[in-house]
């Protein structure tokens, strides 16, 4: 979500809380045609960090969130390395989408997420 300001440029808003619904990752899972494309925000545990560079040189980070089964979801995050470990319990706010094309590849259940907040476990 952009607008535009009165000196004309661009600027990036960050949505409100209500903007996102609440959902675990089973639900996710088992209603992926329902929340395709959605604005969600879900709990999990961080697995499997890896950091990287965009083809222009911008940070992100990639990650697995599982909830503490075999049910996971991938998420991403641009313009920053997150400091964070396997076992970091988070709460991510973003957008889902059942199917994702990077280049050549296709990723399934991911979530480009807006924020990534570690939580108590």
């Not at 952009?2 to 990036?12: A, E, L, R, W």
């Not at 911008?58 to 503490?68: A, H, K, Q, V, Y």
């Amino acid at each position: 979500m952009s607008f535009t300001d009165s000196f004309g440029q661009n600027t990036k808003s960050t949505p409100s809380p209500e903007e996102f619904i609440d959902v675990t990752i089973d639900e996710l899972l088992s209603n992926r045609n329902e929340y395709n494309g959605t604005r969600v925000r879900l709990d999990g545990f961080v697995d499997k960090v890896e950091y990287t560079e965009s083809n222009k040189g911008e940070p992100f980070t990639l990650f697995r969130l599982n909830d503490g089964t075999d049910d996971e979801v991938r998420v991403y995050y641009e313009d920053e390395h997150l400091a964070l470990s396997k076992g970091d319990k988070v709460q991510i706010q973003g957008r889902y989408k059942k199917q994702k094309k990077y280049f050549l590849y296709k990723i399934k259940n991911v979530i480009k997420a807006r924020t990534v907040k570690k939580i108590e476990n």
